[in-house]
Structure formats: structure tokens, C-alpha cells
């Protein structure tokens, strides 16, 4: 009966051997399974340390702001109020559910060819909280103004047509011969000969002399009015504006001069001279060297502002007219037209400005740029667009582009936008810095997995410790069973020897 009792307990304890055999194997398994777990939560997060965010950048990547959906197609500091399209590969503009229904309104189907012109005043309004009278008679005042402008450059490319047909140009010889002709200006004496001179005659002459008085008054009083009789003649071939010049420095040249001879002595500096018989000139007379007189004269025009260009030869040319021609009476005339044409192009301005303040008229332009492209190259909608992170992968992925857009006048005078699309991570505006957000999160996710996988792992450690001991003191008991089978077996097979 005991060896069988002892029979019995052996059955029972090998069997719970191999069931903690069985759980043992089972818990390393599960451990294993937990490293596997461990190894993955690892590499994400090392995979989120690398990872890459798109960011928009003002100020050359000093800081930067989220690349989303609103700082690149609402009007905003981000963007400066200029509008960059986030398009499709097939170049349509993607829309968000806000500017879904205003796309529909212009095209239905997403097509290009849109009609934004019939539901601007509309569209508009809605975004801009602006009335959509205002809104119309703003884009009347600027068509007006556009009109008033057409017209200013019209007329301005009319006046320099007429203007080349009623100016004249030459040297300086050529321009003074033109403006004094054979008028008397001076008295010319040589070798006891006095006689009636003239600036044409004279002047580029080898060193030309005028007589004047023999006294300083008499002689600046004379100097005085011979230079304005120039200014006098020259004023009727200048404009209003070169006269004034002329005239300007002629005041100048009659001012140097007064010094001039009030300093001049036996010589003036090359300029005044007196007393000089020796040359064959009257003694006691002061007298003026036309040519250096001219030549100061003219310098002093050019620094008043006096109208000069330049030949081929890079030497001052001048310019005059013929003011008793009809070719000069049609140039006034038309200059005058376009004098009035600008006072009516800045009433034009004046009135435009009085209807919509800057800021309205900064987010009006900036709608009519956007919906005008969705207008002319047609739209999709995409209702994730406006999540920062999808629109990331797909600027990322090269899915989606931005656009800028610039206004263009074609050879008709026509304006139109011409279209400039890239790839984001060409943008200037774009760079790609560390996704400090994913990181982080990536780190919350890493901690807590791990803390979950730690946990499982120490419930897994202490069953397995316990199993152990158990198996251990199973072991112990099977063999002190063994043992007492042993010796109950060798007694009875003794007895029977």
C-alpha cells in the first residue's frame, strides 16, 4: 500500500514539473517577445530624433512659423499679404473646406476656365466682411484710373515724339550762334580800332577781348548788362525750366565777375585785364576775355540744371528751340495736354484712395490673385489639407508644390499672372529643421511603452522566479521519493533472497 501511495505522489509531482516546465517556456518566450516590443519602441523613437518638419521663414531661418494651410493661402503677416498656391501636380490650386464653396461658385467642377469676375463683388464680401457695393465702386474707380493712366503714357510718348520734331541740338558754337546771332553784344578795339562785336563773331577767337568802361562802376554796370543782354536773347530758345537755369547763371557769372574786377589790379586772372598797351588795347580800359566769360557762363547753366547731353564723342551738346515754329506750338500744346492728363490721373488716385483703406485694399488683392488663379488654372478640394502634418508629407513627398504668381504686361499693354512653381524644399521661404513636436511626442510614447514593457517584463521575472523555486522544490521531493522507493524495493527484494 505505501509504494503505491508513493507512486501516486511521483505521478502528481512529475506532472507538475512539466506543467512549470511548460510555463517556464511559455514566460521566456514572452520575454523574448518584450525584447522584440523593446527594440521597436526603440528605433521609432530614434527614427523621430532624425525626423524632418517643413517650417516657413521670414527672416532667412532666424525663426520660423508653422508651414500650414493658413500662412500660405490667407491673407497674413506670414505671407506679407501675397498669396503662395499650394498646387497639384497637375497644377490646380487645392482648396480647403473654406474656399470649397467660393471655388464652386466660380467653377463647378473644379475645371479651369472659371467666371471670377460675375461673383467677385460676392466672394469677396463674404471673406472680407467689405460691402459689396464698395467693393464695386472701388474696381470702378480703378478702371477709371487705369484709363487715366493709359491715357498720361499715351500722351507722354506723343509729347516725346513731338518734342524730337520741335528741339534742336549742336555744340556750343552752334547753340550760340543760333541764340545771339549777329546781335551787338560788345565793343571790340585793336590797335586804336574800335568797333561793333558780336558772341558769334567772337568767341573761340584767339584770346578775344571786350572794352569796358575805365572806371570799376562803369565797367561792372556794363559787364553787367551785357550779360543780361545774353540771357535776354537765349531765354527765347530755352523751356521755362533751362530759361530759369540761364538766367540763374547769369546772376552767378555777373556776381564772379564783380569780384573779378574788383580784384583784377594789372590782371584779373586771366579773366579782367587793364592798362595793357603793350597788346595794342585802349590804356586805362578794363576789358573782359569773351572766351573764359562764355565758357563760365555756360558751366554755370549746366550747374543750374540747364538741359546738355552728350555726343558720340562724349562732348556737351545743347539743346534749344525754334519757339515761332508750329512744330514748337504743337509740342506746348500737347504738353499742356498732358499736364491735365496727370491732374486727372491723380483725382483718379485721390478718389481710389478714399474708398477702401489700406488694409482693405491689401486683402482685396490679395483674394483677386488667388481666385483668379483657381479661376484660370482650375481647383481640387482636399478636406486635410489644413492639418499641418498631412501637408507636410505632401510638400514633403513632392505631391504638392507652391506657386507664386506676378503680374505681366504682354506687348499689347494686356496685364496677365505669370505662374512660378516649385518643389517646397527649393522655396526660399522653406527649410527643413528638426520636428522638435514629433520628437517630443515621440519621447512620451517611448517612455511610457517602455515603462509598460518594464512592468510586464518584472511580473514576467517574478513568475518565473517563483516557478523555479517551485520546480526546484519538486525536484527535491521526486528524488527523496525515489530514494524511499529505492529502499522499500531492496528491503522486499531482500526478504524474498
Not at 479651369?112 to 464698395?134: N, Q
Not at 558720340?312 to 512744330?327: L, P
Not at 482636399?382 to 507636410?392: A, F, W
Amino acid at each position: 500500500m505505501g509504494m503505491a501511495a508513493s507512486q501516486v505522489r511521483l505521478l502528481q509531482l512529475t506532472s507538475r514539473k512539466n506543467t512549470i516546465g511548460y510555463q517556464l517556456q511559455d514566460l521566456s518566450l514572452q520575454k523574448n517577445s518584450l525584447a522584440r516590443d523593446m527594440q521597436r519602441v526603440t528605433k521609432n523613437y530614434q527614427n523621430a530624433l532624425s525626423s524632418k518638419t517643413l517650417k516657413w521663414s521670414n527672416n532667412g531661418g532666424a525663426s520660423y512659423v508653422d508651414l500650414s494651410y493658413a500662412n500660405l493661402m490667407r491673407p497674413g503677416s506670414a505671407n506679407q499679404n501675397n498669396p503662395y498656391l499650394i498646387t497639384n501636380t497637375a497644377g490646380k490650386v487645392v482648396v480647403d473646406s473654406k474656399y470649397q464653396k467660393y471655388a464652386e461658385m466660380i467653377s463647378a467642377n473644379g475645371n479651369a476656365g472659371g467666371d471670377w469676375e460675375s461673383v467677385r463683388a460676392e466672394v469677396l464680401s463674404s471673406l472680407t466682411g467689405i460691402s459689396a457695393e464698395k467693393i464695386d465702386s472701388a474696381a470702378t474707380s480703378d478702371s477709371g484710373l487705369d484709363t487715366a493712366a493709359d491715357n498720361v503714357n499715351a500722351l507722354m510718348e506723343e509729347v516725346d515724339q513731338l518734342q524730337a520734331k520741335a528741339e534742336f541740338s549742336g555744340t556750343e558754337t552752334e547753340f550760340l550762334e543760333e541764340c545771339f546771332g549777329a546781335s551787338w553784344a560788345g565793343v571790340h578795339e585793336y590797335n586804336g580800332t574800335t568797333s561793333a562785336s558780336s558772341i558769334a563773331n567772337d568767341y573761340g577767337g584767339a584770346s578775344t577781348v571786350w572794352l569796358l568802361g575805365t572806371d570799376l562802376s562803369s565797367s561792372k554796370s556794363q559787364l553787367k548788362s551785357m550779360i543780361e543782354t545774353m540771357g535776354s536773347r537765349v531765354s527765347a530758345y530755352l523751356s521755362d525750366e533751362d530759361s530759369a537755369a540761364f538766367q540763374e547763371a547769369c546772376k552767378t557769372t555777373i556776381s564772379n565777375y564783380n569780384t573779378y574786377l574788383e580784384t583784377s589790379g594789372e590782371q584779373c586772372g586771366s579773366t579782367c585785364q587793364t592798362s595793357w598797351d603793350t597788346e595794342g588795347y585802349a590804356a586805362g580800359h578794363y576789358v573782359v576775355n569773351i572766351n573764359l566769360l562764355i565758357t563760365e557762363l555756360l558751366r554755370n547753366y549746366r550747374n543750374a540744371g540747364g538741359t546738355t547731353d552728350s555726343n558720340s564723342r562724349g562732348s556737351t551738346v545743347y539743346c534749344w528751340y525754334d519757339k515761332n515754329s508750329q512744330a514748337y506750338k504743337d509740342y506746348i500744346a500737347k504738353l499742356e495736354e498732358l499736364e491735365a492728363a496727370k491732374e486727372e490721373y491723380s483725382n483718379a488716385v485721390d478718389t481710389g484712395n478714399q474708398i477702401l483703406t489700406a488694409d482693405e485694399e491689401s486683402s482685396i488683392n490679395f483674394y483677386d490673385k488667388m481666385f483668379s488663379a483657381i479661376a484660370e488654372n482650375g481647383w481640387v478640394a482636399d478636406s486635410q489639407v489644413e492639418d499641418n502634418s498631412y501637408l507636410n508629407n505632401m510638400l514633403q513627398n513632392n505631391q504638392y508644390y507652391i506657386t507664386t504668381m506676378s503680374n505681366q504686361t504682354d506687348s499689347e499693354g494686356e496685364e496677365y499672372y505669370e505662374y512660378n512653381t516649385d518643389i517646397a524644399s527649393n522655396f526660399e521661404n522653406i527649410f527643413s529643421v528638426n520636428d522638435t513636436d514629433a520628437q517630443n511626442e515621440a519621447l512620451v510614447e517611448y517612455e511610457y511603452e517602455k515603462s509598460v514593457i518594464n512592468e510586464k517584463e518584472s511580473r514576467i521575472d517574478t513568475r518565473m522566479q517563483n516557478l523555479e523555486t517551485e520546480q526546484s522544490a519538486i525536484n527535491e521531493m521526486i528524488k527523496g521519493i525515489e530514494t524511499v522507493k529505492n529502499d522499500n524495493t531492496e528491503r522486499t527484494f531482500g526478504i524474498f533472497a
